[in-house]
Nanobody
Framework: VQLQASGGGLVQPGGSLRLSCAASGASWSLALMGWYRQAPGKQRELVAAIISGGTTTYGDSVKGRFTISRDVAKNTVYLQMNTLKPEDTAVYYC?????????WGQGTLVTVSS
């Protein structure tokens, strides 16, 4: 399974970005897809995740601002990020869990700065 993320970039505080991650190499629906992030000098942390049934979970710091969604048929996951803050600056990694294995995308940089 390969994960290809896109949509990162530079945005001003209070702005919005939408990340996308498409999975290839799987003819079945992935059990779980989500996003983690890692800021310089910090550990990787969960941003949001969604299972194939639609249940979602979010990291405390993004609740109410970020929304995760997915297209199960296309094995694609999206992260709508609103009201971005400078502390959201990080490399965002797409993650998938399927058939007892974890998969990671290459990461996409999100920079929130004026």
């Amino acid at each position: 399974v390969q994960l290809q993320a896109s949509g990162g970039g530079l945005v001003q505080p209070g702005g919005s970005l939408r990340l996308s991650c498409a999975a290839s190499g799987a003819s079945w629906s992935l059990a779980l897809m989500g996003w983690y992030r890692q800021a310089p000098g910090k550990q990787r942390e969960l941003v949001a995740a969604i299972i194939s049934g639609g249940t979602t979970t979010y990291g405390d710091s993004v609740k109410g601002r970020f929304t995760i969604s997915r297209d199960v048929a296309k094995n694609t996951v999206y992260l709508q990020m609103n009201t971005l803050k400078p502390e959201d600056t990080a490399v965002y990694y797409c993650h998938a869990y399927t058939r007892a294995a974890n998969y990671w995308g290459q990461g996409t940089l999100v920079t929130v700065s004026s």
